[in-house]
């Protein structure tokens, strides 16, 4: 069973930085992908960063330049950094796995940027 914990997430103002992180445990699949998806209020989820199987960073297009996804994989462990933070930002963080057993999530942490 693959399991998800992220943590990270806070209150910043506009044009800040947070770093997220999300640890992994269980046995995943070395075909799985990972990365972080948001969900605001009244919106439907979207896409932010995303490590591929194949090892293929994707960003959403609002956050290309901005964010950054990486992968410890000694401490099983991958990361948000996200810097100059915009009030459209503000989301709840989910961190994502996916391989061939299944689609899992993490509880998401909050993260709210004040203009």
């Known amino acids: 069973q693959v399991e998800l914990v992220e943590s990270g997430g806070g209150l910043v103002q506009a044009g800040g930085s947070l770093r997220l992180s999300c640890v992994v445990s269980g046995t995943p699949s070395i075909l799985a992908g990972i990365g972080w998806r948001r969900q605001a209020p009244g919106k439907q989820r979207e896409r932010v960063a995303i490590i591929t199987d194949g090892g293929t960073i994707k960003y959403g297009e609002s956050v290309k330049g901005r964010f950054t996804i990486s992968r410890d994989s000694d401490k099983n462990t991958v990361y948000l950094q996200m810097n100059n933070l915009r009030p459209e930002d503000t989301a709840v963080y989910y961190c994502?796995?996916?391989?061939?057993?299944?689609?899992?999530w993490g509880q998401g942490t909050q993260v709210t940027v004040s203009s």
């Open positions: 994502n796995l996916w391989d061939p057993t299944g689609d899992y």
